[in-house]
């Protein structure tokens, strides 16, 4: 089924470790986003990238770098993972970022950092 | 900066009875509104999305919301609750923010439990 698929799904990492999550995107779009998201803050923008090789800060970009070196891989990396970055992370996808288009959402990485 | 705000955390409805979540945005412009629903474990899906026109939209699953620039709420409604309704919901307003591109601003969620 075409989509936005996340891996891995749950993760437990220790402070200081890193890791990467995958988003793959098999629809052909241009851009790809990551969010978090925190019980009571909704969802908070990290990164985004609107085409191959060009990525962005979003609202909370702070202990996180991103990739997107071929069009339908988005990745997300820890460098030192901190327990203040236990959160749901989701990705998306869109082909235009006009606004009256919505996107098309992973099912979310669990991570847990202790 | 744009905000939106849903002020219930949590609504509890009985299967069959009516359902109203709230949302409210501030927006200087005409906005453009959507609501997401997240069933457990899974990812957010589109609900329904108001950019201009008719402002009481139709969107999947019986689910309709309202467009008031007076009261700069877009509510989403329900006549008749169905336990699977059960999920959280999202309401969010796009953006556009420096580069020129736009972005999703999302509200804190309303988690909505179904008795039945």
């Known amino acids: 089924n075409a989509g936005v698929t996340q891996t891995p799904k749950f993760r437990v990492l220790k402070t200081g470790q890193s890791m990467t999550l995958l988003c793959a995107q098999d629809m052909n779009h241009e851009y790809m986003y990551w969010y978090r998201q925190d019980p009571g803050m909704g969802l908070r923008l990290i990164h985004y990238?609107?085409?191959?090789?060009?990525?962005a800060k979003g609202e909370v970009p702070d202990g996180y770098n991103v990739s997107r070196l071929k069009k339908q891989n988005f990745l997300l990396g820890l460098e030192s993972a901190a327990p203040s970055q236990t959160s749901v992370y989701f990705c998306a996808s869109s082909w235009t970022d006009r606004p009256n288009y919505g996107y098309t959402f992973g099912s979310g990485t669990r991570l847990t950092v202790v | 900066a744009q905000s939106v705000t849903q002020p219930d955390i949590h609504i509890t409805v009985s299967e069959g009875a009516s359902l109203e979540l709230r949302c409210n945005y501030s927006y200087g412009a005409t906005p453009y509104l959507f609501w997401y629903v997240q069933s457990p474990g899974q990812g957010l899906q589109l609900l329904l999305k108001y950019f201009s026109g008719d402002t009481l939209v139709q969107g999947i699953k019986g689910f309709e919301a309202e467009f008031k620039r007076s009261q700069s709420s877009f509510n989403l409604r329900k006549p008749s609750v169905h336990w699977s309704d059960a999920a959280e919901y999202f309401c969010?307003?796009?953006?556009?923010?420096?580069?020129?591109?736009?972005?999703?601003?999302f509200g804190a969620g309303t988690r909505l439990a179904v008795h039945p």
């Open positions: 969010a307003v796009a953006e556009r923010f420096s580069g020129g591109y736009n972005k999703l601003i």
């Open positions: 990238s609107v085409g191959e090789g060009t990525t």
